[in-house]
């Protein structure tokens, strides 16, 4: 420990209001001088410096009121300029402050000396009776007058503790007094800037909101030489962030299932805030049905139930199911049904070589453009609507690739009659007449084509045989 210089400063540090340069967040550098002494104090240890007391009077010895000059030296406080000293204030008024620091006379604290606070009330500052910690600025000015610091003492003890603070890599405490160019002013003990890119999270616009608001920071820059004192109240929300979501994210189970809200809402899914984080539910994962838009099924402040799909911790990313917070429809489907059950569906889409029915929430089947009705379908969107209400039979389950195949005309009571007097009219169908036979008849036999090769003779021979050519 060393002591303060003898050449003391003679005057407290300034607290005129101070303009710092405007900085942004890539900004890595960041200066403003807080408090300006006429003469800045030598670097010394100041933390746990002891502030001198007057001795107690009722701890001095009986005989030493024999002794006029050792009465004098027990009773009267010893100091220099620039000690600490701690007295008890006796008065208050526009002036300032009266102090009894146990010296010949009384001490004052003009008002400027009070605090670090432009413009403070005397009165505001302290308390007649409160013990106060002082810096002596002079013994004796020109009306003989013992001159303190408040705001000095206060500067002195603070900057011992922020100096450890920073060295553990810890925060301060402090209440805004002021806002300046560039960002705010806060009373840690003495005046610290806190660059408007570093009040939050994201870039504040307007600062006058946070004026008399107690807020927490980290240190990220002290020069005593230039009395720069800078602070960083993003850096201590991001690390109580970071401390929150390992925590949250510890705590988190694969497979459990948790009630959120949903808190936006993307081309590729929603994000789900479970209270802590949020998670992402991937579009493929909010319903057994196909889904076009997330918007289709939910929107930002819906109260919903999740499954916990994945927990990320490197990442710090949750995967999330709405899904699979409930049964699968085709387990229930497949479990309810089997192959020659007739049921009951609706239309919801036709294509070319057939239509899909519903058969229940998440389940549809395919109905062949063979089995939309007995008689020949041209085009299904001719036979059937979107949203129409059909009887179906279900002619094939495949549980494996989740598939079924239906029929509608196999789930008509009649179908096998109608089948069979279809089969029985093709029968019965008269086979149409070639040209040749309806100008000749019917020949018995049908000959064999002739050979290439043949002769003209052999040709004409046989033409005259089949009756080809003049009669």
Known sequence: MTSEPQNAPASAPETESVEAPETTEAETQISVDVEEP????????????EALVAPDLSDLP???ADDFE???EATVLEFKEGDIVEGTVVSVDGDGAMIDIGYKSEGLIPTRELSIRNNVDPNDAVKVGERVEAVVLNKEDDEGRLILSKKRAMYERAWGRIQEVAKEGGTVDGTVIEVVKGGLIVDIGLRGFLPASLVDMRRVRDLDPFIGESITAKVI???????????????????????????????LGEGEVRDGVVS???NFGAFVDLGGMDGLVHVSELSWQHVNHPGELVKVGDKVQVKVLEVDRDRERISLSIRQTSDDPWDVFARDHEVGDVIDGMVTKTVPFGAFVSVADGVEGLVHVSEIASHRVESPELELSI????????????????????????ASPDWKEREAQMEEQKKGRRRPQKEFE????????????MPVDASLEAILQELKERGIGRT
């Open 38 to 49: 006429t003469e800045a104090p030598e670097e010394v240890e100041v933390s746990g410096r």
């Open 62 to 64: 009986d005989d030493i």
């Open 70 to 72: 050792r009465a004098i």
């Open 221 to 251: 820059e002290l020069d005593r030489a230039r009395n720069n004192v800078v602070l960083s109240r993003r850096a201590y929300l991001e690390e109580a962030q970071a401390e929150e979501r390992n925590a949250f994210l510890d705590g």
């Open 264 to 266: 936006s809402v993307v």
């Open 387 to 410: 949203g129409q209400q059909v009887k179906v039979k279900i002619t094939e389950k495949e549980d494996e690739r989740r598939r079924i195949s239906l029929s509608i005309k196999q």
């Open 438 to 449: 309806r100008e000749f008849g019917p020949s018995e036999e049908e000959r064999p084509p």
